[in-house]
Structures are given as structure tokens and as C-alpha cells.
């Protein structure tokens, strides 16, 4: 590439041109208007200042994405740590008298197993099962490895040929659609 074909930065449009499109990126994977909203701030603030490290090979939209995709990835680590589950913010249910976020460390917890209960809770396990069996391969695999058999990030990793961002990323959208799945089929009978 030659230094006329390189992009260049125009930081005073930036908010014009990319906003929407980074937010829209944003809120398609964190569900969070709020969070959405701050992480492209972030990203914002964060190009200003590594500005100087921009070479032009890629797109100014291009460059912005890859660092928010870095603060996606960011959030996506502090919501499974420890010291950020305090702040997480979950989302249980969408719509009714239930709507809302619930802080993580405030959430109902396990709801244990009630020993008078047995038929409903093979019941309950039966539905599961069937949800976590309509995953996507990689995702069911990655699911299964990580909250069935407690497999470490590292071994997922390695075994698969996955980075960890990306195995946290399949794990995330797994239990969306493994929450959508039970909340139409437990949930709603």
C-alpha cells in the first residue's frame, strides 16, 4: 500500500459517521442499551489516544471496530470474574410486570433440589437437556466442556483451536439461547 491509498483519522466526524453503526454493533451484543452507549464512548476516547498508532492500512470504521470489539471483550471478561460480578447487571426477563435488571450477586440463586419435587425436576432436566442438545455444535460443545465438565479457558482453548475471547463469546450466546429456549418451553407451561 502506498502512502496516497493509506486512510486517514478525521476524529471531528467521527460521532457523526460511526456512532450509530458502533452503537447498533454494540447493542447486538451486550443487549444493554446503557453499556452500549458507554462502551463506545470508551471506544471514542480510547482512538483519540492511540491515535499516533494508526497506520492507515485499514479504515477508519474499521480501526474503530476493532477497538471496541477489544471493549466488548473487556466487558465480556468482567462479567465472568469475580470482582465484576458485583456490578453486572442481568437481564431476566424482557417484557411483563417482571421487566427489569437485577444486580448478579442479587439474583435468585440456585433453586436447589427439592426432594418432593422429582417428577417435576426430571422434567425439568429433560427440557434442559433438549435445549443444550439444539445448540449449535461448536457452542453445545463449548457449553458442555466449560459448565458441564469444568474445563479450564486454557484446555477449551487448546483442544478446540479457540481463543479464550472467542470461547467466552460462544459461551455468552449459548446461555442466551439456552435461556430464550427454557423460557419458551419451562417457563411457559
Known amino acids: 500500500m502506498t502512502d496516497q491509498q493509506k486512510h486517514v483519522l478525521n476524529p471531528k466526524k467521527w460521532v457523526d459517521n460511526y456512532a450509530d453503526y458502533l452503537f447498533n454493533y454494540t447493542i447486538s451484543r451486550l443487549n444493554d442499551h446503557d453499556l452500549a452507549k458507554d462502551l463506545v464512548q470508551e471506544t471514542f476516547l480510547s482512538a483519540l489516544k492511540a491515535m499516533k498508532n ?45 421487566k427489569g435488571k437485577w ?6 440463586s440456585n433453586w436447589g433440589n427439592f426432594g418432593e419435587k422429582d ?5 425439568l432436566k429433560k427440557t434442559l437437556n433438549q435445549c443444550i442438545n439444539g445448540l449449535p455444535e461448536k457452542q453445545r460443545i463449548v457449553f458442555l466442556l466449560k ?33 430464550e429456549c427454557m423460557e419458551n418451553n419451562w417457563f411457559k407451561n
Open 54 to 98: 494508526f497506520k492507515g492500512q485499514a479504515s477508519e470504521r474499521t480501526w474503530l471496530v476493532s477497538i471496541l470489539k477489544r471493549k466488548i471483550i473487556d466487558q465480556y471478561r468482567k462479567s465472568n470474574s469475580k470482582e465484576g460480578q458485583a456490578e453486572v447487571r442481568m437481564s431476566f426477563y424482557k417484557t411483563g410486570e417482571n
Open 147 to 179: 459448565t458441564v465438565k469444568n474445563y479450564e479457558t486454557e484446555e477449551i482453548s487448546n483442544e478446540l483451536q479457540l481463543s479464550a475471547s472467542n470461547i467466552w463469546v460462544i459461551i455468552h450466546r449459548a446461555r442466551l439461547k439456552l435461556r
Open 103 to 108: 444486580i448478579e450477586e442479587k439474583a435468585p
Open 119 to 123: 417428577i417435576e425436576n426430571e422434567e
